[in-house]
């Protein structure tokens, strides 16, 4: 890793992904981001998960979210919460040794109370396409010691409408779900600033974008704002095509 920012963690959406991930390599930590909680019963997260934490110690977060689909009638707080019990009355119930390295867990959290729960029942809260007003406000509410990661999409491209092109078509799928939807105007952008593919306002929060300077200065902002961790997410790459180039160019710059 460099430092608080940077390429040092895998984002993966189930434990069998990161189990894949982690069996490839020695020394990568994998987060999964996010596991969905109406994707797999509790018990079979909880065998998955401590079996990752005995057999890569130290290397596997849990990240577990509520996403998806709407669910009319079922409320995102009361049904983490349920699974939470579910998941640690698992452990409590299992035959089986319990795992020698404990189990770490972190929760997709954004309104407050979904980051108070991450705050009482996890490690902590991570968060993806959030701006750093966000940031500051969830540090608040998980206090000084929760983990707090944030997930931020960039692009190395200095040229306003170029970029913005591409980071329009990059949140474009987000703009169409419930759950996003709700978040951004949360985060206090208007129905107008987030209709029509987002206004400049709401991209360039959203995705940071410009030369290898600019953008690692605006991910230092995550860290003043209190982020532990700035996990990166280059997009704009062509089908086929790599971001070692990208990821070089961004770690040098955030290491000068």
């Known amino acids: 890793m460099a430092g608080p920012v940077g390429p040092g963690s895998r984002r993966s959406r189930g434990p069998p992904h990161a189990g894949f991930l982690l069996a490839a390599t020695e020394r990568l930590h994998v987060v999964n981001g996010i596991a969905q909680i109406w994707s797999r019963e509790a018990r079979a997260t909880h065998g998955a998960s401590a079996l990752l934490a005995d057999a890569y110690p130290d290397r596997h977060v849990l990240g577990l979210g509520f996403g998806g689909l709407k669910r009319p009638g079922v409320k995102p707080l009361a049904a983490m919460a349920d699974y939470l019990d579910e998941l640690d009355a698992v452990a409590k119930e299992s035959p089986l040794p319990a795992p020698q390295t404990t189990v770490r867990r972190v929760l997709a959290a954004y309104g407050p109370k979904m980051l108070a729960l991450a705050r009482d029942r996890s490690l902590g809260a991570h968060t993806y396409h959030v701006n750093t007003a966000h940031t500051a406000a969830a540090r608040e509410i998980l206090g000084p010691d929760a983990f707090l990661g944030v997930e931020h999409p960039v692009l190395l491209d200095p040229d306003p409408t170029r970029a913005r092109a591409t980071a329009r078509e990059h949140l474009g799928p987000y703009l169409n779900t419930p759950y996003n939807l709700a978040k951004f105007r949360r985060l206090g952008y208007s129905d107008e600033e987030i209709e029509h593919g987002g206004s400049d306002r709401f991209v360039d929060d ?14 230092r902002a995550h860290v003043a704002a209190g982020a532990d961790h700035v996990a990166v997410q280059v997009i704009g790459i062509e089908p086929g095509g790599s971001a070692s180039a990208h990821w070089r160019r961004l770690g040098e710059a955030l290491l000068a």
Not at 206 to 219: E, I, Q, R, S, Y
Request: glycine fraction near 8%; charged fraction near 30%; aromatic fraction near 14%.
């Open 206 to 219: 959203l995705v940071f974008w410009g030369d290898a300077d600019t953008v690692a200065d605006k991910l």
